[in-house]
């Protein structure tokens, strides 16, 4: 049997394995004047509303593009608005890092409820979510909300895929390809990741979970041994145990787990 290590790198579990072919019509230089005048307002967003954002869009903490129509083009629809509580503001600025604590338990949960799917499957798609805050100014003024959107793509696109009029439930059952992440490479180290509606190599076919929420980190070679004796068992019994066979594997190191990931990712050599 043939396997090849998929190295570590850098992703958080609900972020990085995201990639994109298909890009959405840009936003108009007037429509970015419009929306860089409201980013101080201190107006909550609205729930369910979509916009046209990009990987530079998400890289920021607030955002004020302009809202568009569900039925039309658009790379990210907002699943949940909210105020942070009292505890977190009081005598604190925009920039406490203690809102993106609250927002990653809050917001994680419940895009896993929204686009309906599970951790693992979650972490397998093509799909992300990004979250925002009250401009420095606003939060001045005495805004306290939040906004989390869901997009179609993450940290490594260029460019985003356009998202159907909901993506409510996108993950449910057994997920359409066009949502699902595969590789078109040799191997999985420094490819970019497709959706498995277009013609791959590899796909991702599921985690192994290593460890619950309050255990400490095992460290780098215990993770690595046990994802790859996991997904050796995995990759074999999803391609129906053939003699020869390629597999991968991508493990995250403490950094990771400190954020909360626990997942390893185990990929199949196969056009399938």
């Known amino acids: 049997m043939r396997h090849r290590l998929a190295a570590a790198f850098v992703a958080l579990l609900l972020g990085a394995l995201s990639a994109c072919t298909q890009d959405v019509a840009p936003v108009s230089s007037e429509q970015e004047q419009e929306g860089q005048e409201d980013i101080d307002s201190i107006e909550t967003p609205k729930l369910g509303t979509c916009r046209i954002l990009d990987a530079a869009d998400i890289e920021q903490s607030s955002n004020a593009s302009e809202v568009v129509d ?18 977190l503001t009081d005598g604190a600025g ?59 793509g993450g940290d490594q696109v260029s460019g985003f895929i356009a998202l159907p009029k909901t993506a409510k439930g996108l993950l449910l059952g057994k997920p359409a390809d066009e949502w699902m992440v595969c590789v078109n490479a040799p191997d ?31 460290g780098d070679r215990l993770v690595e041994v046990k994802t790859r004796d996991y997904c050796s068992d995995q990759v074999a019994y999803w391609l129906n145990n053939p003699i020869d066979y390629d597999f991968g594997y991508t493990y995250f190191h403490e950094a990771e787990w400190k954020t909360g990931n626990r997942r390893s990712i185990c990929w199949a050599n196969t056009d399938q």
């Open 94 to 152: 925009a920039d406490n890092p203690g809102l993106g604590a609250y927002i990653f338990d809050v917001c994680s949960k419940r895009f896993l409820r929204f686009v309906g799917g599970e951790e693992s499957s979650v972490l397998r798609s093509t799909l992300n979510w990004a979250w925002f805050r009250p401009s420095d100014e606003a939060w001045d003024k005495g805004a306290r909300w939040y906004r989390c959107d869901v997009v179609g």
């Open 70 to 87: 569900c039925k039309d083009d658009h790379t990210a629809e907002t699943f949940a608005v909210g105020t942070f509580p009292q505890r």
């Open 188 to 218: 999985v180290v420094g490819a970019p990741r497709i959706p498995c509606s277009e013609p791959h190599t590899w796909r991702a076919i599921s985690t192994i979970v290593l460890g619950d929420a309050k255990d400490p980190y095992p």
